[in-house]
């Protein structure tokens, strides 16, 4: 019998649907294990569907195309060796995730997850049927345990692959992205590891699916919890572990480590990857927003860049009589910097005309916020028409902060396809801006140095909707209202802890207040990148219809 094992691991990035282009990945890094003398190749979690595919493997068309797709593969790859890949699955008249097995030209074995997750944007116990604790599979001299994801965030699934036979373990992850995940999931799996005394394979998928960024990461732990390998996050890869069998034990002989970036630079790494990805996957090839000269249409404008490219991507300043002088500057000092177009539509004329025809209904009555989102929303009218006739996907500019309380204008400057900041708190904006200006990295398509003009980051923010308005005539200070909205938000702390950690009663609850009143904006709103525990859309959903407080 062998002594050596080699796998291939196939970080790769799929997209949701595409049978034969995520058939076609998965081939060509079968084929490199191949080249490379590999017995197996092994691809992440639901690979040859995309993930999260949500609702549509409830539809029997779908999880039957992914199947045949499956049996398809198999034939494709008789001659070489074995494949571990991911999709949904009928197995006795009930849909599964599977990871299956295959060998010779035949699905030789599937493993059925058992463990559902079913919490933040995961909701897999509504569509999958929970799978039976299994055992192991042999390919060649090895014996192997597939926990798929959750399945390793749990003792029992492991211990009973191991008391079965495993001689390592095998773990295909779809694992979303968000601040600080690493340090959880290596925790997990080192935990395995020295319960189960075995070797673990840690393989996770890359790439962008709606709000969501699998992040990659992948790594290699020997018994102890040793780590032997660490693959780049947010890069597709195909690389090759090499295991030894010494004494009757396998092990992973170490390879390369690489270091993981800080969370500012994942982060930001995270958002042009979901802004790219969003677009490829959506077919759309250009962008375009609206230009303030404010901090928050200037990173993203920056992100827009960075994930595509100056060429595609179009600023457009729409001035009022508000405006001021240096706002027109400073955006197109920023556009000017990152090397993209800027326009400008004036919005006096049709601001007039509305006006005008609102005059009769209007008589009377005292300018108040309608005027002031009167103006937004036909900045609005105006970038979308930009966008149906280019073809440019409008992004939204608003962080979480003004998503949270409702600081921006339903069908307004809150109109858009996609929000790179979306899940960004407003003091992050600013740090984020300082961090691009500070750093440049070989994935970023935009310039060197600095991206964002100084005095863009330093200046007050203001909507700009009236004469000598300021953010902080409507909200607290940022770095106020920031450690609220997390701690309610984020935390899920009560009134009287926030009020307890420092902070006035009357400003909490008026927070709180625009929180839960702000919920149907928040559910009309363009999707964004999720990198932190509570973004908004799937991890936190709250009825909008809603009379409950916090009496304490």
């Given at each position: 019998m062998s002594d050596t094992f080699r796998l291939t691991l196939a970080q790769l990035n799929p997209t949701v649907g595409d049978f034969a282009g995520n058939a076609a990945k998965a081939r060509e890094a079968w084929a490199a294990a191949k080249d490379a003398g590999a017995q197996m190749v092994a691809l992440p979690e639901m690979f040859l569907t995309g993930y999260q595919v949500q609702d549509l493997s409830m539809k029997p068309i779908f999880t039957e195309t992914a199947m045949a797709a499956a049996a398809q593969l198999a034939r494709d790859c008789a001659d070489g060796p074995a494949m571990g890949i991911g999709h949904p699955a009928f197995v006795d008249g009930k849909l599964y995730n599977v990871y299956s097995i295959l060998e010779g030209g035949e699905i030789k074995a599937q493993m059925l997850k058992h463990e559902l997750p079913n919490y933040g944007v995961f909701d897999e116990v509504r569509v999958f049927a929970q799978g039976p604790l299994g055992g192991p599979y042999a390919v060649g001299p090895l014996r192997i345990g597939t926990p798929i994801c959750e399945d390793a965030w749990h003792e029992d699934v492991c211990e009973t692959l191991a008391e079965s036979g495993a001689e390592i373990f095998l773990v295909p992850n779809g694992s979303p992205y968000r601040r600080d995940k690493h340090d959880t999931r290596l925790g997990h799996m080192v935990a395995r590891v020295v319960e189960?005394?075995?070797?673990?394979?840690?393989?996770?998928?890359?790439?962008?699916?709606?709000?969501?960024?699998?992040?990659?990461g992948s790594f290699v732990l020997n018994r102890g919890g040793e780590l032997a390998r660490m693959l780049p996050v947010l890069e597709e890869v195909i690389t090759h572990v090499d295991f030894r069998q010494t004494g009757g034990q396998w092990e992973a002989v170490p390879g390369e480590i690489i270091s993981r970036p800080d969370a500012w630079e994942q982060d930001y790494h995270v958002m042009v990857t979901a802004l790219r990805d969003y677009m490829g996957k959506t077919g759309f090839k250009k962008v375009l927003l609206g230009m303030s000269g404010g901090i928050d249409s200037a990173l993203v404008a920056t992100i827009a860049v960075d994930a595509l490219g100056a060429e595609n991507v179009r600023c457009v300043m729409l001035p009022s009589e508000y405006t001021s002088a240096h706002s027109l500057e400073d955006a197109s000092e920023a556009a000017k910097l990152l090397g993209a177009r800027i326009d400008t539509v004036p919005i006096s004329g049709p601001r007039a005309a509305v006006t005008e025809a609102l005059a009769p209904l209007f008589e009377g009555t005292e300018e108040d916020l309608t005027e002031e989102n009167i103006q937004s929303r036909l900045r609005g009218v105006l970038l979308m028409a930009l966008s149906n006739k280019f073809g440019e996907m409008l992004l939204t500019t608003g962080n979480k902060s003004e998503v949270a309380v409702g600081y921006a204008t339903i069908y307004g400057d809150m109109s858009g396809g996609y929000n790179p900041i979306k899940d960004l708190y407003k003091?992050?904006?600013?740090?984020?801006?300082?961090?691009?200006?500070?750093?440049?990295?070989?994935?970023?398509?935009?310039?060197?140095?600095?991206a964002i003009p100084q005095r863009i980051i330093d200046k007050p923010p203001s909507a700009e909707l009236r004469a000598d308005q300021k953010d902080e005539d409507s909200l607290p200070p940022y770095e106020v209202l920031d450690d609220i909205l997390e701690r309610l938000v984020d935390r899920e702390q009560s009134v009287a802890e926030v009020v307890a950690a420092g902070h006035d009663r009357e400003t909490v609850k008026r927070i709180e207040h625009l929180l839960y009143i702000s919920e149907y904006k928040r559910f009309q709103s363009a999707p964004g990148a999720r990198i932190s525990p509570r973004a908004f859309w799937l991890d936190r959903r709250y009825p909008i219809a809603n009379r409950w407080r916090d009496p304490s």
């Open positions: 189960n005394d075995l070797p673990l394979v840690y393989l996770n998928m890359v790439g962008g699916q709606d709000d969501q960024v699998f992040d990659g003091m992050r904006v600013f740090e984020t801006c300082r961090w691009r200006n500070a750093n440049y990295r070989n994935w970023m398509r935009g310039p060197d140095g600095i």
